[in-house]
């Protein structure tokens, strides 16, 4: 499938690769509509929002599952931070899919073979030029409406010191 394939660095560090990338500016950027990052559990979503924040239209995310033929997908707007957020200011679609693993960051974590090579298969065989780019990067649309007003984070009460954290992680060493 033509495309410009990025492999990152440092994600689970706060997306340094992606940030670094971005900051670069490769020529290449320029010429992008769609960041799809295959980094989701289980076998159902296409990320529409990042962080509380739009990152993908729905008529993408639609899209995506019809040209994919899955339609065991569907939009998602619970997607967490991740190195396809970092592209979301310059690339109109922006979003994670799916690859079918469970108990992510344990010693538990499985991947599910069959799906994966399921998505493999639908996605050699789609028809990109079907997928719908739309989402205007100049606007900005969150999702906290579905997940209840989020904490601001210059409230006194949410505001902790480097020391009250590391007082925290004293006294509950087993919890963190």
């Given at each position: 499938?033509q495309g410009?394939y990025?492999?990152h660095?440092?994600?689970e560090?706060g997306?340094q690769?992606?940030?670094?990338l971005?900051a670069?500016?490769?020529?290449?950027?320029?010429h992008i509509?769609?960041v799809?990052?295959?980094d989701r559990k289980g076998q159902?979503?296409v990320i529409?929002?990042?962080?509380?924040i739009?990152?993908?239209?729905?008529a993408?995310?639609?899209s995506?599952?019809d040209v994919v033929?899955?339609?065991?997908?569907?939009?998602d707007?619970?997607?967490?931070?991740t190195?396809?957020?970092?592209?979301a200011?310059?690339?109109?679609?922006c979003?994670?899919i799916?690859?079918?693993?469970y108990?992510?960051h344990t010693?538990?974590?499985?991947?599910?073979?069959?799906?994966?090579e399921l998505?493999?298969?639908?996605l050699?065989?789609a028809?990109?030029?079907k997928?719908v780019?739309?989402?205007d990067?100049d606007?900005?649309e969150?999702?906290?409406?579905?997940?209840g007003?989020?904490?601001?984070l210059?409230?006194?009460?949410?505001v902790?010191t480097?020391s009250?954290m590391v007082?925290?992680?004293d006294?509950?060493p087993?919890a963190?």
């Amino acid at each position: 499938v033509q495309g410009v394939y990025v492999i990152h660095a440092a994600e689970e560090s706060g997306c340094q690769g992606s940030q670094h990338l971005i900051a670069s500016d490769p020529v290449w950027l320029g010429h992008i509509d769609a960041v799809i990052s295959f980094d989701r559990k289980g076998q159902k979503s296409v990320i529409t929002h990042q962080m509380g924040i739009r990152t993908a239209s729905d008529a993408f995310a639609k899209s995506f599952i019809d040209v994919v033929n899955m339609s065991q997908l569907e939009p998602d707007t619970t997607g967490s931070y991740t190195d396809s957020n970092e592209y979301a200011k310059i690339v109109s679609e922006c979003t994670n899919i799916s690859v079918g693993y469970y108990n992510q960051h344990t010693s538990r974590e499985t991947q599910d073979l069959e799906y994966a090579e399921l998505l493999l298969k639908q996605l050699i065989e789609a028809d990109w030029s079907k997928i719908v780019i739309s989402r205007d990067t100049d606007v900005y649309e969150d999702c906290w409406a579905d997940w209840g007003k989020p904490m601001d984070l210059y409230d006194p009460q949410y505001v902790t010191t480097t020391s009250d954290m590391v007082t925290i992680i004293d006294e509950n060493p087993d919890a963190v």
